[in-house]
Nanobody, 117 residues
Framework: QVQLVESGGGLVQAGGSLRLSCAAS????????MGWYRQAPGKQRELVAA???????NYADSVKGRFTISRDNAKNTVYLQMNSLKPEDTAVYYC???????????WGQGTQVTVSS
């Protein structure tokens, strides 16, 4: 089993920045893809950014140029640096990790990001 602990959410004014972290712990064979998703009230959960074990990244069009995903393999941690935040970025942000030979999927508990105008 893998546990994910997220941190870094909060309240910020439009134009501000936040950095989210998600640390994986437990019985880990290997961490494969890591990613961040978000879900705003009344909307479906959507991909924000993802990063492969080799470091290739993928971003939603709405955050390209503003958000940066990175990972520290030694710490089994994924980060999301969010700059130039907009009110429409307000959501609960979840990290997602694929682990092991069978690509087991694990989700974090979510962290609230609120951007005021």
């Amino acid at each position: 089993q893998v546990q994910l602990v997220e941190s870094g959410g909060g309240l910020v004014q439009a134009g501000g920045s936040l950095r989210l972290s998600c640390a994986a712990s437990g019985t880990i064979l290997s961490i494969n893809d890591m990613g961040w998703y978000r879900q705003a009230p009344g909307k479906q959960r959507e991909l924000v950014a993802a990063i492969t074990s080799g470091g290739s990244t993928n971003y939603a069009d709405s955050v390209k140029g503003r958000f940066t995903i990175s990972r520290d393999n030694a710490k089994n941690t994924v980060y999301l640096q969010m700059n130039s935040l907009k009110p429409e970025d307000t959501a609960v942000y979840y990290c997602k990790v694929r682990e092991g030979d069978y690509d087991w999927v694990y989700w974090g508990q979510g962290t609230q990001v609120t951007v005021s105008s």
